[in-house]
């Protein structure tokens, strides 16, 4: 830099330094607040997932009909019926209004159906729809959830605004669900190995679902979860209009159930339908993705009213209503993994690559611009201007900037230079201001530059009168030094005029 102005070399370090520093910032930044934008649920969540009832270990039925369903048209006849039959389950997940940037509304709808059933020696595919006057229907059960979730939990949030609500029937009235708690369909992003509280809809209740294990899916690392929800008691559920959900109970003669001992065959036993199930979630851990569930679901009738003392037969009888072990199909399965891998993409990137990038690049720069101001410190030619200038003897500085004025070692730290002007009386109490030059000062005592040009220099010694005791201000400076001599006019510090050394 010369003459206050900075030239393109002396700014190159300075800028390496704001870049440096502006990437490191960055990298620090892009995981606390873009990455959070990222993890939420997203606004255009549109998936659907087929799962089909399988065959369980060491259970009745065949790998062609693997699930227990109760027969509807054994209502009509003399005694129930439970046939063996293929369902299959789809559910579909879609985000609608009301959302924001905080919150979003899924509507679930997910249905049960009949693919084929065994209805006595042959195996048929229902077509009816249950309203058409047939009691055997091609769908076995449907609903639609709508509930508002926090789009970065996936807890339940109907209040503010939200909704919480399950269509149960074709009439398309609802029943609102209150102080619903939970995750609803989906884990949030960055999954903990913990226990979690997840919804179940068929007893609108959430249950806990533990941590067990780590498991490869559809090629994707999935984090297991177990949850087993406890007998419920499916009666006392209400539907729209406050009554006992339809299906939930049977009135029938005992002879209808069987034979039991001491037990009329023309008296009716109220039966209820309970629920319990054990579902497996398959959790991907980075977007909270549900890549696989099992649900091994048993609906079964059993008589109401009895008291523990009643006879075994009583208290044991069960009728199926629906017993099916569901898994996610192996197409959905790849569809979710696809889908979890596809919401992780731009996580990854802005959340653990860039950073990286960006953090790498910064302490790159900052490097760079260490050594760039290292090499200018360390020690800049001294250029023809600054040589002329010393051996001129003219100053950039006046009186009034005199303890910035350099003191060289060399000659100028002689004893006697000392004694005639720069002691005590000279820099010091009577002369530029409060600087003294003597060893207690050496710290301010910088060495002339010694180099072939600088020894040709001439060497100027003081006057004896102008420099001495009295110091500059009080005789003066004169006005110009012309070679080795000094002239001043009387009045301005030498009263001899001119001196000569």
């Known amino acids: 830099m010369r003459n206050g102005r900075l030239s393109v070399k002396d700014l190159v370090g300075p800028v390496l330094i704001f870049f440096g520093v502006l990437l490191v910032v960055a990298s620090i930044a892009l995981p606390l607040y873009f990455v959070d934008n990222l993890e939420k649920t997203p606004m255009d969540l549109d998936s659907t997932t087929v799962s089909r009832a399988q065959r369980a270990q060491d259970a009745g039925g065949s790998d062609q009909l693997p699930a227990t369903v109760f027969n509807q048209c054994s209502l009509k006849q003399k005694k129930f019926a ?10 579909r997940i879609v985000a609608v209004e009301p959302a924001s940037s905080q919150k979003v509304t899924l509507q679930v709808g997910t249905s049960v159906n009949i693919d084929r059933i065994k209805d006595g020696d042959e195996i048929t595919t229902p077509t009816g729809t249950g309203e058409d006057g047939s009691c055997l229907a091609a769908v076995l059960s449907a609903t639609i959830d709508r509930v508002t979730i926090d789009r970065s939990s996936s807890q339940a949030s109907s209040s503010g605004g939200g909704t919480s609500e399950l269509q149960i029937d074709s009439s398309r009235n609802t029943v609102a669900i209150r102080n619903r708690t939970g995750l609803q369909y989906r884990f949030p992003y960055d ?36 949850q087993d929800i406890p007998e419920t008691d499916l009666s006392k559920l209400t539907d729209a209009n406050g009554q006992p959900l339809a299906g939930t109970t049977i009135n029938k003669p005992a002879s209808w159930y069987g034979t039991f001992p001491d037990i009329d065959p023309t008296m009716t036993l109220p039966a209820t339908l309970f629920y319990t199930a054990k579902r497996d979630l398959y959790v991907d851990p980075t977007t909270g993705v549900i890549i696989d569930e099992k649900l091994d679901t048993d609906q079964y009738f059993r008589f109401s009213g009895f008291s523990d003392d009643s006879p075994k037969e009583l208290l044991d009888f069960r009728i199926t209503n629906i017993d099916a072990n569901f898994e996610y199909t192996g197409d959905t399965q790849k569809i979710m993994a696809d889908e979890a891998a596809r919401l992780a993409r731009p996580v990854k990137l802005w959340g653990l690559w860039m950073p990286i990038v960006f953090g790498v690049l910064g302490g790159l720069f900052l490097i760079a611009a260490a050594f760039v101001i290292y090499r200018q410190n360390k020690a800049e030619p001294t250029t023809g201007t600054d040589l002329e200038h010393y051996s001129s003897g003219e100053s950039d500085h006046d009186a009034d900037d005199a303890d910035h004025h350099p003191v060289y070692e060399g000659e100028y730290a002689d004893p006697a230079y000392r004694d005639q002007g720069y002691g005590e009386h000279g820099y010091g109490e009577h002369g ?25 220099l001439p060497r100027v010694t003081l006057p004896e009168e102008g420099y001495g005791e009295q110091g500059y201000p009080k005789h003066g400076y004169g006005d110009t030094q012309q070679g080795d001599e000094w002239t001043g006019d009387e009045g301005s510090g030498n009263p001899h005029g001119r001196h000569e050394n």
């Not at 530029?432 to 000062?441: A, I, K, N, R």
């Open 191 to 226: 999954v903990d190995k913990k226990t979690y509280s997840y919804f179940d809809q068929t007893t609108r209740q959430a249950f806990p679902a533990k941590y067990v294990d780590e498991k490869k899916v559809a090629g994707r690392n999935t984090y297991h979860f177990t």
């Open 432 to 456: 530029y201001g409060e600087f003294t030059y003597s060893p207690d000062h050496a710290s301010h005592v910088q060495p002339l530059p010694s180099n072939e040009v600088t020894a040709q």
């Open 82 to 91: 439970v046939n063996e039959a293929a369902l299959t389950q789809q559910q």
